[in-house]
């Protein structure tokens, strides 16, 4: 593969918490967690990766998301 291709596909987000998961499913908690989050306005960058992106499509309504 061209290296040019992989850093498209690789790009890297930011994942900021921006809402509190007291209150919340177990699993929301749990994917959180996995993120690398766990307190408001934490923020954490990751890969973007297909899996990343399913986890934050099921916590959106608690994170804010940048492309870096």
Do not use: F
């Not at 890297?12 to 007291?22: D, H, L």
């Not at 499913?25 to 749990?30: F, I, T």
Request: hydrophobic letters at 40%; a positive charge.
């Amino acid at each position: 593969m061209d290296i040019l291709y992989l850093r498209v596909i690789m790009s890297k987000v930011r994942i900021t918490q921006i809402k509190s998961t007291i209150d919340r499913p177990e699993r929301q908690k749990l994917t959180i967690k996995a993120l690398g989050l766990g307190k408001m306005n934490r923020s954490v960058e990751k890969e973007n990766s297909d899996a990343i992106a399913g986890m934050i499509r099921k916590i959106s309504h608690l994170v804010k998301v940048e492309e870096i």
